[in-house]
């Protein structure tokens, strides 16, 4: 008997939609980069991104635009852009997005009212409008109100005259514009000002075709953004070693499970033996990683060289990641704290991963849920990873529909252990290296013409009941001994006190002479003046 399926209406709601898009996270800057990764791919040779301010005291963010001169959009396409979660059958090889949520709900956590125009070369201007409220007032996705032929007349209600003005001299291109802003968004305008600035600078490693992105502070310029290289691509010669680079391939595997394939053409050591791999350009060698199952049942990270007929087909290759792993040296590393905003993370820790997805950046500093010993020595400050992955491998790193990472493990875990583990193999063996000469040698480095310090209290006041007598404590080695202060006379009683028993000087002998004050002071914690003290009154008051 066929199950008769009664009639429901299973469509998400606007204001459910609006409500979760609102509870993802976006801060000012993350959703202007949503707007600014739109235009990239379109064919753009500029980008300018427009904030405009309050005229009240102390100034505040007001307006947000963001204008390409791209390939712009007909009707239709303008309408699709903004469907939620809408599917493209195809994409544009420089496309950085895969939601199609981003555009849409970084707007409207931005502000309330979202006005978009455009044109494709040749073709008239079309505009829409969405007012956020009365959306929700209406329950409904579809934009406020839609115009196939944007006239002055329409433009004037929701732009300013410069902005259309500005958008009609260019042949083709989109123009985003944001405003009554919400109070996330409506921060103080040199703040603003300045995260914006240094966050384009740093989110894209660099820019298709020469596109020349610019802010401007109202009408004037504020700021031309050239993407800074924070792995130094192009200025190897500001790094301590040789960068270090390696691809991963991930591939399906059996049963749901990741196979992953190091394509290595540069020699490194292994971390935890002193082989080395074998690969080199032109020559690569095909390194798999996997896990084995101790004899106590734990998995352990490990690999093994595979010859090319045992590397998979490719045609099961789901996406490949490439690593680039450095050191900088420490002017430039110091250099780079003008790259961020004072206070900020990034201001004062720029080590561990960097996730770009395509040429922009969607994870700094990242530790993916790893300890990265940093206390070696200070050169590990300036050590990272770059790791740049193809949109296909977003489920498998974690990217998410905002372009942003958790900093626990990855999803796939075992390609969170090989970028891991390349990364420690390489920085391990610097470590080595530039240990800085001021580093305190440990006891078993210190040469055999230094005679090491030995507490004299353990030869003076060998046992417990006579140091708990003399009111010494008992000091074993490598602890801090502090040597109170002898106490007061007592008055002479009026009987006659016998002469103590003479003391021989054997007892009471420093058996070891120290030769520098500054090493007694820090192993023991007192003088040498101090410890004769103690010794002298020991003599005066033997314990009997």
Not at 331 to 339: P, Q, S, V
């Amino acid at each position: 008997m066929a199950t008769i399926v009664p009639s429901f209406n299973y469509t998400p709601t606007f204001r459910g939609m609006l409500k979760q898009a609102l509870a993802n996270g976006y801060n000012l800057l993350y959703a202007i980069l949503e707007l600014t990764d739109n235009s990239i791919p379109k064919h753009a040779s500029k980008i300018e991104v427009i904030l405009e301010k309050t005229d009240i005291k102390p100034c505040r963010l007001s307006r947000i635009t963001v204008f390409d001169d791209g390939d712009g959009m007909a009707s239709d396409d303008l309408k699709q852009s903004f469907v939620i979660a809408a599917t493209k059958e195809s994409r544009d090889e420089d496309d950085i997005g895969a939601f199609c949520v981003g555009m849409k709900y970084a707007a409207m956590n931005l502000g309330s009212f979202i006005t978009i125009i455009s044109k494709v070369e040749g073709g008239s201007i079309v505009g829409l409008h969405a007012n956020i409220e009365q959306m929700k007032i209406n329950n409904s996705f579809a934009p406020t109100e839609f115009c196939s032929s944007v006239d002055e007349e329409w433009a004037m209600k929701y732009l300013s005259a410069g902005l259309f003005t500005k958008f009609k001299a260019s042949p083709k291109g989109t123009m985003i514009h944001i405003s009554a802003l919400h109070s996330k968004a409506a921060i103080r305008y040199e703040v603003a000002l300045d995260e914006v600035k240094k966050g384009l600078a740093v989110a894209y490693s660099s820019l298709y075709n020469d596109c020349k992105m610019t802010v401007y502070n109202g009408t004037s310029i504020e700021s031309v953004i050239h993407p800074i290289d924070m792995f130094y691509t192009a200025t190897p010669e500001k790094l301590d070693e040789d960068p270090y680079e390696t691809q991963l391939d991930v591939f399906r595997g059996d049963n749901g499970e990741e196979r992953i394939i190091e394509v290595n053409t540069m020699r490194r050591p292994y971390a935890k033996n002193k082989k080395t791999t074998g690969g080199r350009v032109g020559n690569p060698q095909f390194i798999e990683w996997l896990y084995r199952e101790t004899p106590t049942g734990l998995k352990r990270l490990d690999s093994r060289v595979l010859r090319v007929s045992e590397v998979p087909d490719y045609g099961e290759l789901i996406g490949t990641l490439y690593t680039r792993t450095i050191q900088v040296k420490k002017e430039f590393f110091d250099e780079e704290r003008n790259y961020f905003p004072e206070g900020t993370p990034l201001h004062r820790d720029r080590k561990r991963f960097w996730f770009y997805r395509k040429i922009r950046c969607v994870a700094t500093a990242n530790p993916i849920g790893k300890k990265i010993n940093d206390r070696v020595s200070t050169c590990c400050e300036r050590q990272r990873t770059q790791c740049k992955f193809t949109p296909d491998l977003d489920d498998k790193v974690g990217s998410k529909f905002n372009k942003s990472m958790s900093t626990d493990e990855l999803p796939c875990r075992l390609l969170r252990d090989v970028i891991f583990e390349v990364h420690r193999s390489i920085t391990t063996a610097w470590d080595d290296k530039w240990k800085e000469d001021t580093t305190v040698p440990s006891q078993d480095d210190r040469s055999d013409e230094e005679e090491p310090v030995v507490n004299p209290f353990l030869a003076l006041y060998p046992t417990e009941a006579h140091t708990q007598e003399a009111n010494i404590p008992i000091v074993v080695p490598d602890q801090v001994a502090v040597v109170p202060e002898p106490p007061p006379p007592e008055p002479e009683p009026p009987a006659v006190v016998p002469d103590p028993p003479a003391v021989v000087p054997e007892q009471i002998a420093v058996p070891v002479v120290v030769s520098r004050e500054d090493t007694f002071r820090t192993m023991f914690g007192f003088t040498i003046e101090r410890h004769m003290e103690a010794v002298a009154w020991l003599a005066e008051n033997p314990v009997v």
